[in-house]
């Protein structure tokens, strides 16, 4: 182990060449090299510093508010170009209301959302598969689809208005 370490419960864990980290709990996890990194679960493997890994086959639970911010500085974006075709993609999409199925133990009742499915064939980097074979959907990245398609709308209303605002005037001469 290295400096400042600790294995507070749980089986078949490691600390190595590490400092500052923790494992909490759990089966069969690994920091290696690391600083600052700590676990809860079963079978992480730590690979950046500075981190929080929980392992949980159903989702993290939290009573309570989870603030957190996804980093979107120009200065960390390379290759920036405007999406296009948003209004048709949106278009695309089923907005759907359902019940939760037992294939799943998270969610239950009534519910809204869009079917992954869907969303992958329009924007394959909002989708991804877990371990499982389920789809997930990371939904706030569905946001700049529907600011590109507003803007669309927005663009089509300003011609709509121009056109009207021309057949009033020939109109009226």
């Keep these: 182990m290295g400096s400042h370490n600790a294995i507070l419960a749980g089986d078949n864990n490691t600390i190595q060449n590490s400092t500052r980290c923790t494992i909490i709990n759990g089966a069969s996890n690994t920091i290696n090299g690391r600083t600052n990194t700590h676990i809860i679960g079963d079978n992480v493997s730590s690979t950046v510093d500075h981190a929080f890994y929980v392992g949980c086959t159903n989702g993290l639970y939290c009573d309570g508010d989870v603030i957190a911010y996804s980093s979107s500085d120009e200065r960390l974006k390379d290759n920036i170009t405007p999406l296009s075709g948003c209004l048709n993609k949106v278009l695309s999409l089923d907005a759907i209301e359902f019940d939760w199925n037992d294939n799943q133990q998270t969610y239950s009742g009534h519910d809204i959302g869009l079917i992954a499915q869907q969303v992958q064939e329009i924007a394959p980097e909002i989708v991804t598969q877990r ?43």
């Design 131 to 173: 371990k499982d074979g389920f789809l997930a959907m990371k939904y706030e990245k569905v946001i700049p689809l529907l600011v590109g398609a507003t803007q669309e709308q927005d663009a089509q209303i300003n011609e709509l208005e121009k056109q009207i605002q021309e057949l009033i005037e020939k109109s009226s001469h």
